[in-house]
């Protein structure tokens, strides 16, 4: 299993990116694809997340409206469109997969993609 992640940069509040998630193959394997995101001193949090086969999302309530995760089986990908950012959205996005092996779950990551939001 192996995700990259690109899309991120510097922009100003209010601004809009696209992350990207490629995965090594969507295989009936990938229960779920998400986003974590990191700021400078904090714990990682959960962003969001859509599970790969029935395309079930979830937000966490501070990105609700905000954002919006997809999926693109062709192109094994998922995107975070993130709109009207804020300066509290700064972070490291990790892309995040659950992949079934056997009767349990494992977690797999990306290497990050930096999100820096100016006001």
């Known amino acids: 299993v192996q995700l990259v992640e690109s899309g991120g940069g510097l922009v100003q509040s209010g601004a809009s990116l696209r992350l990207s998630c490629v995965a090594s193959?969507?295989?009936?394997?990938?229960?779920?694809i998400g986003w974590f995101r990191q700021a400078p001193g904090k714990g990682r949090e959960g962003v969001s997340c859509?599970?790969?086969?029935?395309?079930?999302?979830r937000y966490a309530d501070s990105v609700k409206g905000r954002f919006t995760i997809s999926r693109d089986h062709a192109k094994n990908t998922v995107y975070l469109q993130m709109n009207t950012l804020k300066s509290e959205d700064t972070a490291v996005y990790y892309c995040n997969a659950k992949v079934s092996i056997g009767v349990r779950l494992d977690d797999y990551w990306g290497r990050g993609t930096q999100v820096t939001v100016s006001s």
């Open positions: 193959g969507f295989t009936s394997d990938y229960y779920a």
């Open positions: 859509i599970t790969v086969q029935e395309g079930v999302t």
